[in-house]
């Protein structure tokens, strides 16, 4: 696992909790208007149907609820960037739980329901500060609800791209803060102040080893848009076809990012 960064990026809590309320009131609105057949249609994530990718998008809200659940760490042990590179390995398991989800909720609009009101609930009874358990350490609940805008905006678009004609919005705040976590993740996996790579309008990092550069334009620079760095930063996308369809310009002989991506499965 990549070291953290010794200068976290900070996050509003409050503006992350409405993101995170709102993306997931959006994937809602979206799942309500979803047929039988739809809900049988193939994803890119494997064997998953619709209806296994919505079961997930709940479970990904509901690790809230088991986090709080338990009891309440002495100590924080893990940072915020120590999320984004132990996805891989939790991969196996986040595909049994989603298959019992589906199982047990076949009504998913009713269930969606129930975790919409049960995280306000949650989170008007804790505060940011609260620790709680997660798959990488104890992290404070302000902390792990960033990652949870990672997970809402990425299945998002998972669930656009299986279903034709489907364009569940993205929340502004939510997207913000799933590009700059997963702009830090890089930074942080390549270290360095050689390579400039930026996402406007959210996010403008330095990564790489080599020559710093001072003032002016850096000699290496790598720029594309929100939507195409996350699905690069999460394999949807692979940098040789985002470059070739002009996805992403990148020049300056250390602007290949490919050995470095994708950041987390």
């Given at each position: ?6 200068r976290?990026r ?7 909790r409405k993101a995170v309320?709102a993306?997931?009131?959006?994937v ?15 994803t890119r994530?494997g064997?998953?149907?619709v209806?296994?990718?919505v079961a ?9 609820h088991r986090g709080?659940d338990?009891p309440?760490?002495a100590?924080q ?5 120590d999320?984004?590179?132990a996805t891989?390995a939790n ?18 609009d ?6 919409e009101?049960s995280l306000?609930r949650?989170l008007?009874?804790h505060?940011g500060?609260r620790l709680?358990?997660?798959n ?6 302000a ?8 997970e809402l905006?990425?299945?998002?678009d ?7 004609g ?8 939510a ?8 702009a830090?993740a890089?930074a ?10 930026r ?7 330095q ?6 550069h001072?003032r ?11 939507q195409?760095?996350?699905?690069l930063a ?6 040789p076809?985002?470059v070739?369809k002009?996805?992403?310009s990148?020049?300056g ?8 991506l994708?950041?987390m499965?």
């Amino acid at each position: 696992m990549p070291p953290a960064k010794k200068r976290a990026r900070t996050y509003d809590p409050v503006k992350i909790r409405k993101a995170v309320e709102a993306q997931f009131g959006n994937v809602r609105e979206a799942v309500r208007t979803l047929t039988p057949e739809q809900l049988t249609l193939p994803t890119r994530l494997g064997e998953w149907t619709v209806r296994e990718l919505v079961a997930h998008i709940a479970m990904a809200v509901t690790a809230v609820h088991r986090g709080l659940d338990k009891p309440e760490p002495a100590k924080q042990d893990a940072v915020l960037l120590d999320w984004a590179f132990a996805t891989f390995a939790n991969s196996a398991a986040i595909d049994e739980f989603t298959r019992k989800l589906v199982e047990q909720h076949a009504d998913l609009d009713a269930y969606l329901a129930d975790v919409e009101q049960s995280l306000t609930r949650l989170l008007d009874e804790h505060t940011g500060i609260r620790l709680l358990e997660t798959n990488v350490g104890a992290l404070p609940l302000a902390d792990y609800l960033v990652t949870r805008t990672v997970e809402l905006v990425v299945h998002t678009d998972d669930l656009n791209a299986a279903v034709p004609g489907l364009d569940v919005p993205y929340d502004r705040q939510a997207l913000a803060a799933c590009t700059r976590l997963l702009a830090d993740a890089l930074a942080t996996k390549a270290p360095g102040g050689s390579t400039e790579v930026r996402i406007p309008p959210y996010a403008v990092v330095q990564c790489i080893e080599g020559p710093r550069h001072t003032r002016g334009t850096p000699p290496n620079v790598v720029e594309t848009d929100p939507q195409t760095w996350f699905r690069l930063a999460t394999g949807r996308v692979t940098w040789p076809d985002a470059v070739e369809k002009a996805q992403v310009s990148a020049s300056g002989e250390r602007a290949d990012l490919s050995g470095l991506l994708p950041l987390m499965g």
